[in-house]
């Protein structure tokens, strides 16, 4: 039953239906036309280590390096976050100057967050994404002009990798400087040993040593060599510590670096726990709180794994093999820099021994040699480290540019239209819903009821009345005409006990058909043989007049009630036999005061002895009170009530008005129904057709 009142109610409301169907897909088509329009272009890059750099600087002896520039360490969710942070969409936009509409550069965030409108305006967005699983990274660039869009998308590919690029090559940028400036400082020194040598020859005219000298000499540069190196390479240990401590200070519970998982199995496995835990979470709060028991036992556990991944790494950065054999390394460096120092103030003293010129000499000559040793290593360590930043390389690749896009992605006609139908739908059915449940008229037989519990003595379907036309004027199988007849037949049987001579017939509000509705049961009911008298007793707002052609008000009740001329002289023929009229007559100024008259109920008394039925057409019952005078004067009373007009609350108005003064309605007739808006009007109205038309044969 709800369907089927779902259905009446769509039938009824189909206009507004269909209206806002209309209405939304022009929306949606009208928008498709006048929007910006956007485009996309994508770029593509993909993270990737370069084995080949690795093999090389491994053979160099580099293998620190080599292993920092592996890529091991990089993530795609990381270089998709560091692809969208400001320095880089800032340097995107100072390269394509990108300017709002004031002439001002765009704000990095307005390019990375859509606002509210920008997809309906077309403003320029930039999307990373990672693509299907793979280790390859799109770049999606919106904006009004598709040549923009391809900019975009390869302005950040190519400021990304460049970045990249810079930031692999620091740690070797930073070594070179450092072995650059000692460089220049050994160079100096050596240059000045050397001069100081060849001033002492010339002062001391001194042409060789013996071989003692020269071994001491060769001693001491040895060690003077080795303490450089000593030193060099303790600076290099502490350089890598500090890169070390970093990437320690960077970890926690949420980044772990592979090489730190590769040392500890523990962690990887604690890691894997939590992993696995909060993705359980993650599944459970789909169905259930966060006060749930299970997600509660689920935060425990993810708390407790934490707090042992907390300490397992404190434990790992304080045990780090790596660490641990640097810092051992550093301590070696550091007491083998001590020995060697104590070493060459022994070497040294022995130079007591020897006449003072010639220690001079061999001291001089020792500096220089230890000088020109140290300003070789260190020509041999730049020229590593020059190797390694030529083949240090970004581990982002440019694998596809950017195509100029050829269509725009919004808007789209035939996706608008569909989307503006679909939401014309919704909200037409939504109205529809909402006016259902403001609107209480009476639409069918149910809600009729539901307002008056009175008999139902017929409903009339809706027809085309007007000046002039009554049932005469249709084909006697026509549905209408049978309606009528059904109603007559309702009257006649409601009416056994006690046979109506005067019926009057009257409505809640004006407009309902009340006048239509009884020219055309004076009609029926004098076609079944019985003579028939309309009399019009609305001297407000008369109309019977209207229906019957030759007829008019020059003669009427007004005048009989004033003694002006007999009920005889008023009648007025009409073309159906045994249907006579009573119109009302020239509008009197003071209507209430005729109707309340004796007259009236005496010459309505006299009409029904002379014919067979009298039906009296009276005002409103609401808006006028000659309907309540009226009904204490003839037989019975029958209400009629307009479908799809007359509200609920306002009939339950007339009932308790008419019940007010004792007047209980011989029946009610549901007027101008439109079958095609119930549920089987239409069956029914097809059905009686189909039987008329083939001569009553089932």
Same mark, same amino acid.
């Given at each position: 039953m @709800?369907?089927l009142?779902?259905?009446?109610a769509?039938l !009824?409301?189909?206009w507004l239906l269909?209206?806002a169907?209309v209405?939304f897909t022009?929306?949606?088509g009208v928008?498709?036309?006048?929007?910006?329009?956007?485009?996309?272009?994508?770029s593509?890059?993909?993270?990737?280590?370069?084995?080949?750099?690795s093999?090389?600087?491994?053979?160099?002896?580099?293998? @620190?390096?080599a292993?920092?520039l592996s890529?091991a360490?990089d993530e795609i969710q #990381?270089?998709?976050a560091l692809?969208?942070?400001r320095?880089?969409? &800032?340097e995107v936009?100072?390269?394509?100057?990108?300017?709002?509409d004031?002439?001002?550069l765009?704000?990095?965030d307005k390019?990375i967050?859509?606002?509210t409108f920008?997809p309906l305006l077309?403003?320029?967005l930039?999307?990373v994404?990672q693509?299907?699983?793979?280790?390859?990274?799109?770049i999606?660039a919106?904006?009004n002009d598709?040549e923009?869009?391809?900019?975009m998308?390869?302005t950040?590919a190519?400021?990304?990798?460049a970045?990249?690029?810079?930031?692999?090559?620091?740690e070797?940028?930073e070594a070179r400087?450092?072995?650059?400036?000692?460089?220049e400082l050994?160079r100096?020194?050596f240059?000045?040993?050397?001069?100081?040598i060849?001033?002492?020859q010339?002062?001391?005219q001194i042409i060789?040593? &013996?071989s003692?000298?020269?071994s001491a000499?060769? !001693?001491i540069?040895?060690?003077?060599?080795?303490?450089e190196?000593?030193?060099?390479r303790a600076? @290099?240990i502490q350089?890598?510590?500090?890169s070390i401590?970093g990437i320690?200070g !960077?970890? &926690?519970?949420?980044?772990?670096?592979?090489s730190t998982v590769?040392e #500890?199995v523990?962690?990887?496995?604690?890691?894997?726990?939590l992993?696995?835990?909060?993705?359980?979470r993650?599944t459970?709060?789909l169905e259930k709180?966060?006060?749930?028991?299970?997600i509660?036992?689920i935060?425990?556990?993810?708390?407790?794994v934490?707090?042992e991944?907390?300490?397992?790494? @404190?434990?790992?950065h304080?045990m780090?093999p790596?660490?641990i054999?640097?810092?051992?390394?550093l301590a070696?460096?550091?007491?083998?820099?001590v020995?060697?120092?104590?070493a060459?103030? !022994?070497t040294t003293?022995?130079f007591s021994?020897y006449?003072?010129k010639m220690?001079k000499?061999?001291q001089l000559?020792l500096?220089?040699?230890?000088?020109?040793?140290?300003y070789?290593?260190l020509?041999s360590?730049?020229y590593q480290?020059?190797?390694a930043e030529?083949?240090t390389t970004s581990p982002?690749?440019?694998?596809?540019?950017?195509k100029?896009?050829?269509?725009q992605?919004?808007?789209?006609?035939v996706?608008?239209?569909?989307?503006?139908?679909a939401v014309?739908?919704?909200v037409?059915?939504g109205l529809?819903?909402a006016?259902?449940y403001?609107?209480?008229?009476?639409?069918?037989?149910?809600?009729?009821?539901?307002?008056?519990?009175?008999p139902?003595?017929?409903?009339i379907p809706?027809y085309?009345?007007?000046?002039g036309?009554?049932?005469?004027n249709?084909k006697p199988?026509?549905?209408?005409?049978?309606a009528?007849?059904?109603?007559?037949?309702a009257?006649?049987?409601?009416t056994l006990d006690q046979p109506?001579s005067s019926?009057?017939?009257?409505?809640?509000l004006?407009?309902e058909g009340k006048?239509?509705?009884?020219? #055309?049961?004076?009609?029926t009911?004098?076609q079944g043989?019985r003579?028939v008298?309309?009399v019009d007793?609305?001297?407000?707002?008369?109309?019977?007049?209207t229906?019957?052609?030759q007829t008019?008000?020059h003669t009427?009740l007004t005048q009989v009630l004033?003694g002006?001329v007999s009920?005889?002289?008023?009648?007025q023929?009409t073309?159906?036999?045994g249907?006579s009229?009573?119109a009302?007559?020239?509008?009197p100024?003071?209507?209430?005061?005729l109707?309340e008259?004796?007259?009236?109920?005496?010459?309505?008394l006299e009409l029904?002895?002379h014919?067979?039925?009298?039906?009296?057409?009276a005002?409103p019952?609401?808006?006028? #009170?000659?309907?309540l005078?009226i009904?204490?004067?003839?037989?019975?009373?029958?209400v009629?009530?307009e479908s799809?007009s007359?509200?609920g609350?306002v009939?339950?108005?007339a009932?308790e008005?008419l019940?007010a003064?004792g007047?209980?309605p011989?029946?009610?007739?549901?007027?101008k129904?439109?079958?095609?808006?119930?549920?089987?009007?239409?069956?029914y109205a097809?059905?009686?057709?189909?039987?008329?038309s083939?001569g009553?044969a089932?």
């Open positions: @709800e369907l009142k779902i259905y009446t769509l !009824r409301r189909k269909v209206q169907v209405l022009l929306v949606g928008s498709a036309l006048t929007l910006p329009k956007s485009y996309q272009a994508t593509k890059v993909m993270v990737a280590s370069s084995d080949a750099t093999a090389v600087l491994s053979d160099l002896g580099l293998q @620190e390096l292993v920092g890529g360490s #990381n270089h998709i692809s969208t942070t320095p880089i969409v &800032d936009v100072w390269r394509l100057q990108l300017r709002d004031e002439g001002r765009l704000d990095a390019l967050i859509a606002g920008g077309a403003e320029p930039i999307e994404r693509h299907q699983s793979t280790d390859i990274i799109t999606t919106t904006s598709p923009l869009s391809r900019l998308a390869d950040v190519r400021v990304y990798i970045d990249t690029r810079d930031r692999s090559k620091q070797t940028q400087k450092f072995v650059e400036g000692r460089l050994v100096a020194e240059d000045r040993a050397l001069a100081r060849a001033d002492v010339e002062q001391e060789d040593l &013996d003692e000298v020269r000499v060769g !001693r540069s040895e060690l003077m060599l080795a303490g190196e000593a030193e060099t600076q @290099e350089a890598q510590i500090g401590r320690q !960077r970890e &926690d519970i949420d980044y772990i670096g592979p590769i #500890n523990g962690i990887k496995d604690m890691r894997d726990q992993s696995t835990l909060r993705m359980q993650v459970e709060a709180t966060d006060r749930h028991p299970d509660q036992r935060d425990a556990q993810i708390a407790g934490e707090e991944l907390v300490v397992l790494l @404190e434990e790992q304080g780090d790596t660490l054999k640097l810092e051992v390394e070696g460096l550091h007491d083998r820099g020995a060697i120092d104590a060459i103030k !022994r003293e022995t021994l006449p003072d220690r000499l061999s000559q500096a220089a040699t230890a000088a020109e040793e140290i070789r290593s020509q360590q730049s480290i020059a190797v030529a083949m982002i690749q440019f694998v596809e540019p950017a100029r896009p050829d269509r992605v919004s808007p789209r006609l996706v608008n239209l569909v989307i503006g139908f014309g739908l919704l037409g059915l529809v819903a006016f259902e403001i609107d209480d008229s009476i639409k069918g037989a149910d809600s009729l009821k539901e307002a008056w519990d009175a139902q003595l017929g409903i809706q085309k009345a007007g000046l036309i009554t049932l005469s249709l199988t026509d549905p209408v005409v049978e009528f007849r059904t109603l007559r037949s009257i006649q049987y409601a109506a019926l009057l017939i009257t409505s809640s004006p407009g006048s239509t509705l009884m020219a #055309n049961l004076a009609v009911i004098a043989g003579s008298l309309v007793c609305d001297l407000r707002r008369p109309t019977q007049h229906f019957w052609p008019g008000t009427g004033l002006k009920w005889q002289d008023a009648l023929a073309p159906v036999e249907l009229l009573l009302s007559g020239p509008i100024p003071n209507p209430g005061k109707v008259s004796l007259k009236l109920r005496q010459l309505l029904g002895k014919h067979d039925v009298v039906l009296v057409d005002p019952a609401l808006v006028v #009170n000659d309907a005078l009904a204490g004067m003839v037989d019975h009373v029958i009629v009530v799809g007359t509200p609350r009939l339950q108005d009932r008005r019940q003064h007047i209980e011989l029946g009610l007739v549901l007027n129904l439109e079958y095609s808006l119930t549920p089987y009007g239409g069956k097809a059905a009686y057709k189909t039987y008329t083939t009553g089932a």
